[in-house]
């Protein structure tokens, strides 16, 4: 049996995961928003192996080790910047996610902690980034059944409500 929860709050906290996953910008050395708060938790090492990784094009993913973090890997992932839509985004938003779960799945990690990924400086709309969110992840979680628990912390009272309707 599969789960999908909500949580408010900062994702680099997050203990009960196995990985957390990274909105990550192309170059993988680190950013602002969620990507920065990762970053700083994990500590030096984290920048330095991501350096090795020579970074990641929009919506695949990467792994990583959690470092200073009370997980044991980051999988960072890129999602698109939002353009209006008609651009790829939402294939590419869903790809980000999907691809997370496959290399969560690839890498025996059951439980997985994701932020809201392009939903904030990157611009995506909350209920389309909601929607794309949840569908792609059942459905991800679906095709990897070894993958049963995906958490995601929101932010803040908007993101959080977004994900909960999308939820039903």
Same mark, same amino acid.
């Given at each position: 049996?599969?789960?999908?929860?909500f949580?408010?709050?900062?994702?680099?906290?997050?203990?009960?995961? /196995?990985?957390?996953?990274?909105? &990550?910008?192309?170059?993988?050395?680190? *950013?602002?928003?969620?990507?920065?708060?990762?970053?700083?938790? !994990?500590?030096?090492?984290?920048l330095?192996?991501?350096?090795?990784?020579? *970074?990641?094009?929009?919506?695949?993913?990467?792994?990583?080790?959690? +470092?200073?973090?009370?997980?044991?890997?980051?999988?960072?992932? %890129?999602?698109?910047?939002?353009?209006? *839509? /008609?651009?790829?985004?939402? *294939?590419?938003? #869903?790809?980000?996610?999907?691809?997370?779960? !496959?290399?969560?799945? $690839?890498?025996?990690?059951?439980?997985?902690?994701?932020?809201?990924?392009?939903?904030?400086?990157?611009? +995506?709309?909350?209920?389309?980034? &909601?929607?794309? !969110?949840?569908?792609? %992840?059942?459905a991800a979680?679906? /095709?990897?059944?070894?993958v049963?628990? #995906?958490?995601?912390?929101?932010?803040?009272?908007?993101?959080? $409500? &977004?994900?909960?309707?999308?939820?039903?």
């Amino acid at each position: 049996m599969t789960s999908i929860t909500f949580h408010r709050g900062d994702i680099t906290t997050e203990s009960g995961a /196995d990985a957390i996953v990274n909105a &990550a910008n192309s170059s993988l050395l680190g *950013g602002g928003g969620v990507d920065g708060a990762i970053h700083r938790a !994990a500590g030096p090492e984290l920048l330095a192996e991501c350096r090795t990784l020579g *970074g990641c094009p929009t919506g695949e993913a990467r792994i990583t080790g959690g +470092y200073r973090l009370p997980v044991r890997h980051v999988i960072h992932t %890129v999602g698109p910047v939002w353009h209006g *839509g /008609d651009r790829g985004e939402p *294939g590419l938003l #869903a790809s980000a996610y999907r691809n997370s779960v !496959a290399l969560a799945a $690839a890498h025996d990690c059951a439980r997985v902690a994701f932020p809201a990924i392009s939903c904030g400086v990157y611009g +995506y709309p909350l209920d389309l980034g &909601a929607r794309v !969110a949840v569908e792609t %992840v059942r459905a991800a979680m679906a /095709d990897h059944p070894t993958v049963v628990e #995906a958490r995601f912390w929101l932010f803040d009272d908007a993101t959080y $409500a &977004a994900f909960e309707a999308e939820l039903g």
